[in-house]
């Protein structure tokens, strides 16, 4: 099979297509022929050593979380899954995960069914991010109907989940985008949207019950005076600096960790129309260090994702 491997932590020329055997299930994994990977912020730190870099397991690997694809072959002892199903999910995580590459193996527990009339691009763009904002808004801070919170980068792959879980929660969501993404953001529920920046009038905002902190740094620190009494920031950012992390009472740091239960739930979410994810297409595992340049800029709305 064609595989994007990494033998070296590097730039975007550290990404290079090989031929590669095609892994073999255990009794308790599925096959899966990857139809489209999601492409993460976590992608590419990892590719130049930091993001999950100490847990990929040594070289080479083959990078790849957000998948999407059609189940190839099942060990025996699976019986959710079949031949021909589509399938979704975050695998292999933290570890190299694998899905830059026509097929991957993964454990049945992580994968879930993908919705009718979903496409599996969409379903490629959906698992960490929708993971990871699940985690930060229900598990660590706990949010519930009524609470506000503030989603920072509410255009982006996290933020723009983050906004439609936690209105869909009964929520009062403020975001911060750039000015274009502004009509975006308030298309996908948010209450009141403001730019980035120390100056800007979110900065005046009080009795924040969350804070989902996609940006880190200065803005992680203010971010911490607008929270209420009870009120907790959940951080997804911790290699910038340390700055609004000497509150270990009201910060929580988080990484992602697959849960097929709350996947499934999300897939629900999903097939009803509650949440809607904004994907950019890159075609081909050729154009892999595009979708990473791409990713990079941190401009792009929503979420990106190879097709294969």
């Known amino acids: 099979m064609q595989a994007v491997v990494i033998e070296e932590f590097g730039g975007l020329d550290v990404l290079r297509v090989k031929t590669v055997a095609v892994p073999q299930p255990s009794h308790e994994e599925v096959l899966v022929r990857v139809a489209a990977v999601g492409i993460n912020p976590v992608d590419w730190k990892t590719r130049g050593g930091a993001g999950v870099a100490q847990q990929v397991g040594g ?7 957000d998948i999407a694809g059609t ?5 025996r002892r699976v019986t959710m899954f079949e031949p021909g199903d589509r399938v979704m999910g975050m695998v292999n995580f933290p570890g190299g995960g694998g899905g830059y590459a026509e097929f991957v193996v993964a454990s049945d527990t992580q994968l879930v069914k993908v919705p009718d009339r979903i496409s599996l691009r969409e379903a490629a763009a959906l698992p960490l991010v929708a993971l990871t904002a699940w985690q930060a808004l229900f598990d660590s801070a706990a949010v519930k109907s009524g609470d506000r919170v503030l989603v920072h980068a509410a255009a982006g792959g996290v933020g723009h989940v983050a906004v439609q879980l936690a209105k869909w929660k009964g929520a009062y969501v403020i975001g911060t985008a750039s000015p274009h993404n502004h009509e975006f953001a308030r298309s996908l529920g948010c209450d009141e949207v403001y730019a980035y920046g120390g100056d800007d009038p979110w900065t005046r905002i009080e009795d924040v019950k969350a804070v989902i902190d996609t940006v880190g740094g200065e803005t992680r620190a203010l971010s911490l005076k607008k929270l209420s009494r009870s ?27 697959p849960n097929q239960r709350q996947l499934e739930q999300i897939a629900g979410l ?4 509650t949440l809607k994810v904004h994907t950019t297409v890159v075609n081909g595992l050729r154009n892999l260090a595009e979708a990473h340049s791409l990713s990079e800029t941190r401009r792009v709305r929503g979420k990106i994702v190879v097709t294969l």
């Open 71 to 75: 189940v190839e072959q099942q060990g």
């Open 270 to 273: 999903l097939a009803d129309g």
């Open 59 to 65: 070289m080479p690997f083959i990078l790849g979380w």
């Open 231 to 257: 009120g907790t920031l959940v951080t997804l950012v911790t290699g910038d600096s340390k700055a609004g992390l000497n509150s270990p009472t009201r910060v929580k740091k988080i990484l992602v960790k």
